[in-house]
């Protein structure tokens, strides 16, 4: 059973940019810079024809490319933060895409996400972090900001059961503005689903 969700990339130059925030948190599990990614549907555990029909069903999504922009860095978890986080200003077009996803995947027969939709790039699992060294941190580095990039495709990826932040691979790629789908596959090799 694969454990789906969709999202979108970030960018490698944006991504490097990010990567140059790790360290300096004593605690903090940094995640790779190849797992960055704006989540747009956690979907969970799916049985192979389901993820299919889903499949199918994202392929059917027609939308135009918009421009989305990295912003402020902070920490997810209230009082007891366990995350780092770079929040993600995409605007209105970044919205429909996820309540769309949302949608399809309901229509499937998928209960709805109870979470309320927040776009960020997670950057670092906390856990027995202190709340001292998270300000700390939080104050050197949160007022971070990149240059706007264009969302031009969204992907449906796959992870393995691990501890936070991957490995995930891309079983099939939604481009933006066109019907139709490419899919991540070495020649000769069909996507997983």
Excluded: C
């Amino acid at each position: 059973m694969p454990r789906l969700f969709t999202a979108l990339e970030i960018p490698r130059p944006v991504a490097l940019q990010l990567s140059m925030l790790r360290g300096g948190l004593p605690g903090a599990r940094w995640i790779d810079v190849e797992n960055y990614h704006v989540t747009l549907r956690f979907i969970g555990d799916i049985d192979g024809r389901t993820a299919v029909e889903i499949d199918h069903a994202l392929s059917r999504v027609s939308r135009p490319p918009f421009q989305l922009r990295i912003g402020a860095i902070g920490a997810l978890g209230g009082n007891k933060p366990h995350s780092l986080y770079a929040a993600v200003e995409g605007g209105r077009e970044l919205h429909e895409l996820q309540a769309e996803h949302e949608r399809i995947l309901q229509r499937i027969g998928l209960k709805a996400d109870p979470k309320r939709f927040v776009p960020h790039v997670t950057l670092a699992r906390l856990r027995a972090v202190r709340d001292s060294d998270i300000a700390a941190w939080l104050s050197l580095r949160g007022h971070f900001s990149s240059p706007a990039f264009v969302a031009e495709r969204f992907v449906l990826y796959s992870s393995r059961e691990s501890v936070g932040g991957g490995p995930y691979v891309a079983e099939a790629v939604y481009p933006l503005a066109r019907a139709g789908r490419d899919r991540f596959a070495e020649p000769g090799r069909q996507a997983a689903l």
